[in-house]
């Protein structure tokens, strides 16, 4: 496809429960965002992918978020334990790393429902 | 701790006025960004700002950069219920994590 895209767009989920949430970046972007938007704000950061590795994961809350890119392409963010805190909407952006300005393309994003 | 404060939080206006966005921080960025998000989706970028003072112009949409490189600004001449929408600035330091403003909700009535 032409756009980000992510899997699955709406994730209900109970208290303590594992979740992934995946992200497809436009074909050929080698640097891969997540984010965080609660209801109403902006988004947050979460951590940046250049290629394979996490460039910076300042922005994950706690050591129950995971993410993983082993291929450099496709995304993965992994919650464990969730709380009922975690509800949002999880965004992942990606952007093509080599021009002087970081433009960044959104998907839709995850809305993620702890019970 | 990079901040982007932005004013007003809530705009509720009739088609046909004009209104102003503004976007203010106490760092300095690379670039700055403009994004609309409707419900559901993901924020579309609208334009990005780079040189201080930059003025952009897209269709009835007017974004400009401050003279630092701190602050910006958007102005909608005759708004349009289309235009509604949260409209998000975002400031960037080079390929890394977007700093996103506390966003304008744009509400344009008929």
């Known amino acids: 496809g032409a756009g980000v895209s992510q899997t699955p767009s709406n994730k209900v989920t109970e208290k303590g429960k594992y979740v992934e949430l995946r992200c497809d970046p436009i074909s050929g972007h080698t640097a891969l965002y997540w984010y965080r938007q609660s209801l109403g704000q902006g988004p947050e950061f979460l951590i940046y992918f250049q290629g394979t590795g996490a460039a910076d994961d300042s922005g994950l809350p706690n050591d129950r978020f995971f993410a993983v890119r082993p291929e450099g392409s496709v995304s993965t963010l992994k919650i464990q334990r969730t709380e009922r805190g975690d509800s949002a909407v999880y965004l992942c952006a990606s952007s093509s790393g080599t021009s002087g300005v970081n433009e960044q393309f959104f998907g839709p994003g995850t809305r993620l429902t702890v019970l | 701790t990079q901040l982007l404060e932005q004013s007003p939080q809530f705009l509720s206006i009739q088609e046909g006025e004009n209104l102003t966005v503004y976007c203010n921080s106490s760092?300095?960025?690379?670039?700055l960004q403009w994004y609309r998000q409707e419900p559901g989706e993901g924020p579309v970028l609208l334009v990005t700002?780079?040189?201080?003072?930059e003025v952009k112009k897209l269709k009835r949409l007017t974004f400009q950069f401050g003279d630092a490189r701190k602050d910006s600004s958007l102005h909608i001449t005759a708004a349009q219920p289309g235009d509604t929408g949260l409209y998000l600035c975002?400031?960037?330091?080079?390929?890394?994590?977007?700093?996103f403003g506390t966003g304008t909700r744009l509400l344009v009535s008929p």
């Open positions: 975002a400031g960037a330091g080079g390929f890394q994590k977007l700093v």
């Open positions: 700002v780079v040189t201080g003072g």
């Open positions: 760092s300095v960025f690379s670039s």
